[in-house]
């Protein structure tokens, strides 16, 4: 695989990534206009970082905040030297984006390695700008020879694990990033803003796992500025800075992001909360969520604000991201036998089936940010995700689903391949239509992986419906085992650009493969 090295290479390791130290006191209060760095004087600093993302073969999206008013500059360029290089003006930060941007950058090289580096412009004297902050990424490539390899995960900051600085912070994403690789998806749960971070935690044995906390992760999020804070805690992690900078990411997000096991119109009754109605929390989140990531369906890229959306990384790969929270039913027993809605609504559906009859590349992966076949309950009886235990036909949310998979199956799709975390363990599923009893479907492969900075949970059951068997599953005994106790988990994808072969292995951390599974291009029931 021509673009592929063992380690980072020479021209990674020796970036200026303009990270700072992991903050020297455990409390950062007030963190609302500030940055976790230190500032000239009088010239705006990006001390937050900078991140890119959906990038394609001619255009990515690169991300900055500032600590006050600036201009957004965004310079790129063939090396890190960056000669020639070539110079865009963003938009004006202020606070009506929590002082954030996105600036899109159009016309680039294919399969190139692209430099950056993000300058902050005084408003009112151009001349005036803070230190550079740099950053590197690949656009897709052009050929079918040169491989892919990316990462997937999710569940950041959850059950009170939060930036633990005796333990390095989130040091898993340090390891992804000596992975090297040409994306990160990050299949939802990238904040817990219903998570409050205290500073300490007893753990089973006696020992104390210490937090960084801020004052807007002290309580629930319900305001705008509030879910803005938990999308800004995980940016106080060095490691997590350092990866934004070489990585590129594809996210996608869930219920974490608002509140656990949401779905539009629930009225809550949780006293945490003094906004009940989850509309508002969720429209609070979506601005929120859309100022602190790169995503190219949201604004101010693209004002239809949706989340879900397609990737081509060339042609072996499209990645087609899914949202199976801002458009489901209410969580029920999940029984229907007629169910229109879902877990993915009528339109978002067809833009899926569509989408994925006009995908001409090797391999099709569905990012799902919930598993399918395996049993997620939402208190005694009702169901989170598409299964509910039932082992017979189609019910409920598994409906679409079954529609779906009989679509791939009729239009001769092949090579999909479903990922997702959410369950906080990783596995590996084989569906497989001759064990179920939904039976007009291809056989497929899903894989489970997270979380990254979580409390782990014991394995969920089965259902039978489409015929899963799980192959492979690591997960812990009990509920919210901390992240000293039970490794962190992450999932990596290699696509050979010479056999087109697409090798799933789950990871832990600490460098470990749990499980390796090769699929070869054009097979069915593999």
């Not at 021209?11 to 940055?35: E, I």
């Not at 971070?197 to 801020?214: A, E, F, H």
């Amino acid at each position: 695989m021509s673009r592929r090295q063992p380690s980072p290479s020479p021209r990674r390791r020796s970036l200026l990534l303009g990270s700072l130290a992991a903050p020297a006191a455990l409390a950062v209060p007030g963190l609302a206009g500030a940055a976790p760095a230190f500032a000239r004087s009088g010239r705006p600093e990006a001390g937050w970082g900078v991140r890119a993302g959906d990038v394609t073969a001619h255009a990515g999206l690169v991300w900055v905040r500032s600590d006050r008013p600036a201009r957004m500059i965004v310079e790129t360029a063939a090396t890190e030297s960056f000669r020639d290089a070539r110079r865009r003006h963003g938009p004006l930060l202020g606070p009506d984006t929590d002082f954030t941007g996105t600036t899109r950058l159009q016309g680039l090289p294919a399969s190139e390695q692209i430099h950056y580096r993000v300058l902050l412009a005084d408003p009112d004297d151009p001349r005036r700008t803070g230190r550079p902050v740099t950053g590197t990424f690949r656009t897709t490539p052009k050929s079918r020879k040169e491989g892919v390899r990316f990462l997937w995960s999710g569940d950041i900051a959850g059950q009170g694990w939060g930036i633990n600085p005796d333990r390095g912070g989130y040091r898993v994403f340090e390891e992804m990033r000596r992975r090297d690789p040409d994306f990160f998806l990050c299949s939802g749960d990238n904040i817990y803003a219903d998570g409050p971070i205290q500073p300490s935690v007893t753990l089973p044995d006696g020992s104390v796992w210490r937090n960084v906390t801020t004052e807007e992760k002290s309580k629930v999020a319900e305001s705008l500025d509030e879910f803005r804070g938990a999308f800004r805690y995980n940016l106080l992690d060095e490691n997590l800075r350092r990866f934004n900078a070489q990585v590129p990411s594809l996210v996608q997000w869930d219920d974490h992001e608002v509140r656990n096991n949401w779905y539009p119109g629930q009225i809550l009754d949780d006293a945490r909360y003094t906004e009940k109605d989850v509309n508002v929390l969720a429209g609070r989140s979506l601005r929120a969520f859309s100022e602190y990531f790169p995503v190219s369906t949201l604004p101010p890229g693209d004002e239809e604000g949706r989340v879900y959306r397609v990737l081509r990384h060339g042609p072996l790969l499209d990645v087609f991201v899914l949202d199976m929270r801002s458009y489901r039913n209410a969580n029920s027993p999940n029984r229907q036998i007629d169910d229109a809605t879902g877990i993915l609504g009528a339109r978002q559906l067809a833009w899926l089936k569509r989408e994925l009859s006009r995908s001409r590349a090797v391999w099709k992966v569905i990012a799902s940010d919930m598993p399918l076949g395996l049993v997620v309950p939402d208190g005694r009886a009702n169901f989170e995700a598409v299964a509910q235990g039932d082992p017979g036909a189609p019910l409920g949310r598994e409906l679409q689903i079954a529609e779906l998979l009989r679509h791939i199956k009729h239009r001769r799709i092949t090579g999909t391949v479903w990922l997702t975390a959410d369950v906080h363990y990783t596995s590996a599923q084989h569906y497989d239509p001759s064990r179920a009893a939904f039976k007009d479907f291809a056989p497929f492969w899903e894989f489970v992986s997270g979380p990254l900075a979580a409390g782990g949970f014991p394995a969920t059951k089965l259902d039978a419906t489409f015929g899963p068997e799980q192959k492979f599953v690591k997960a812990p005994s009990r509920a919210n085992t901390s992240p000293a106790e039970t490794p962190q988990y992450f999932g990596e994808v290699d696509i050979d650009g010479g056999s087109g072969d697409l090798t799933v292995r789950l990871r832990q951390e600490g460098g470990g493969v749990l499980f390796t599974k090769v699929l070869r291009p054009g097979r069915v029931g593999q």
